[in-house]
């Protein structure tokens, strides 16, 4: 299994502002997704963060508005850029670990989530 | 992506078996069925995944018809901690896209 953390757990904000959520892995993990939840709806993936490349983008999202980050094998960032009250949501980040050597589970882990909201 | 149905919400009593339901008529041939779910105020987690034998583990058992439109996910005896949202998620698995496309899920509510 992998351990994930984000941070921050939940922030309040206002509209115009950008804020940033870090996800951190207890391993290295070749594939890390981060998805929006907006209240009483079910998961929506955003983007796919590639280590050592651009993120790959779902249809409906945008770089300007979502950049991420990738730096190594076990942390991600995702920015909410120049928010909005429509921004109101919970951001999860996944990891799918499997490809690793040694690992041959397919199953995904999510972190806690951060729940944003914007004034 | 193969799209799912599953019923909005079910009830259960508790230490009662739960069946739940997910159809998937337009599954590929290679997809894996997974079940998640997704406890209140947490991201989801993965329950159990198959392909055409029924599977059992240590928190539930999955059912797969044969002609793998439809699967059920059985929880043997229902705890008030298996209250959440349940998703039937078609995923081809192993060197297919790893991403996973949630749909509306199930909402369980388990009565004491």
């Known amino acids: 299994s992998a351990v994930i953390s984000q941070k921050p757990s939940r922030d309040i904000c206002q509209r115009g502002t950008s804020l940033t959520i870090q996800c951190q892995v207890d391993s290295q993990v070749t594939m890390m997704f981060w998805y929006r939840q907006q209240p009483g709806q079910s998961l929506t993936l955003i983007a796919t963060a590639n280590q050592g490349s651009e993120a790959t983008y779902e249809s409906g999202f945008v770089i300007d508005k979502f950049p991420i980050s990738r730096p190594n094998l076990t942390f991600s960032t995702l920015t909410v850029s120049n928010m909005s009250p429509e921004d109101s949501s919970i951001y999860l980040c996944s990891v799918a670990p499997w ?3 040694g690992i041959t589970t397919d199953t995904q882990y999510f972190g806690p989530g951060t729940r944003l909201t914007v004034l | 992506d193969a799209k799912t149905t599953q019923p909005n919400s079910m009830e259960s009593n508790e230490e009662e078996p739960v069946h739940l339901p997910c159809n998937h008529s337009t599954i590929s041939g290679t997809d894996y069925i997974h079940w998640y779910r997704q ?13 055409t034998s029924n599977v059992n583990n240590r928190m539930a058992s999955l059912a797969i018809a044969e002609d793998r439109k439809s699967s059920t996910l059985i929880l043997h005896r229902a705890t008030l901690r298996d209250a959440a949202v349940y998703y039937c998620i078609p995923h081809p698995g192993p060197g297919g896209s790893e991403k996973l496309v949630f749909g509306k899920g199930t909402k369980l509510t388990v009565n004491p």
């Open chain 1, 99 to 101: 490809r690793l050597a």
């Open chain 2, 39 to 51: 406890l209140p105020s947490q991201g989801p987690e993965y329950v159990i995944h198959g392909l």
